[in-house]
């Protein structure tokens, strides 16, 4: 879920972004781009807010958090994500922005996949947790591409269903 604040900004960002990759210091753009932030500080900031949505989920509260509250969270977090982080692209000035957020994803994946196995049957329960998270985040990621950035509830729904079956769960 893109917040209000993430969607006012994204588009102000993007544009930053562009011309400083592009280079261009055109005379009122270059007054703008010298009084604000550099452009990984604009995605670092951007991207803060679903990675801390994300480190919540992996947080003490969702301990007792029914698995398909938790997983439709993992759903919503990832579709925000997804929109963010077709901003940086592969934009090379980038690059310590990115892998600070594949360092700070694979702490809270492994995390959330903590909260997932519950007290649940030693190595089997980490599998099954593991397997649900796997269908998640990568079945998120995989429709956002192929229905042009979107997500729809029908297809939402199946990837729940089919995460609680491999959880051991029941779909409803």
Do not use: C, W
């Amino acid at each position: 879920m893109v917040t209000p604040q993430s969607s006012a900004i994204l588009p102000s960002a993007t544009r930053i972004i562009s011309i400083r990759t592009a280079g261009s210091r055109r005379s009122g753009e270059a007054y703008t781009l010298d009084r604000t932030p550099s452009k990984s500080a604009i995605v670092e900031a951007l991207l803060a807010e679903p990675l801390d949505a994300y480190a919540r989920l992996a947080g003490p509260d969702s301990a007792d958090r029914p698995a398909a509250e938790l997983l439709a969270a993992v759903v919503d977090t990832t579709v925000e994500l997804h929109g963010l982080v077709d901003v940086i692209g592969n934009d090379p000035s980038l690059q310590s922005a990115r892998g600070a957020l594949v360092t700070r994803s694979r702490e809270i994946n492994e995390a959330i996949v903590v909260v997932l196995a519950g007290d649940g049957p030693g190595r089997p329960g980490e599998v099954r947790a593991q397997a649900a998270y796997a269908v998640v985040k990568n079945g998120t990621l995989a429709l956002l591409t192929s229905n042009g950035g979107s997500l729809p509830a029908a297809d939402r729904s199946q990837l729940l269903a089919a995460a609680l079956r491999a959880l051991g769960g029941s779909a409803s």
